[in-house]
């Protein structure tokens, strides 16, 4: 059942943004070259990406959804 986004889902919601762009930040690695890459993200598009996914779960006009895990 999808619920809204509370703010204890925010280590999880990060986990799977990072899972999920991980193998496309691999292909732009590959396809660019380290050094290209490395330069546009600071060598580490993981802490990048986080902020980004943080900055939009506090934004209190972007309502949020989820689909909790399963576990859970």
């Not at 280590?11 to 330069?39: K, N, Q, T, Y």
Request: charged share 35%; proline share 6%.
């Amino acid at each position: 059942m999808v619920r809204p986004y509370h703010g204890t889902d925010e280590p999880d919601v990060v986990h799977l943004s990072l899972r999920a762009w991980a193998p496309v930040h691999a292909a732009m690695r590959e396809v660019m070259g380290a050094e290209i890459f490395e330069r546009l993200y600071d060598d580490d598009w993981r802490r990048q990406q986080q902020r980004d996914v943080e900055k939009v779960l506090a934004d209190e006009e972007t309502e949020v959804w989820i689909l909790p895990r399963r576990d859970h």
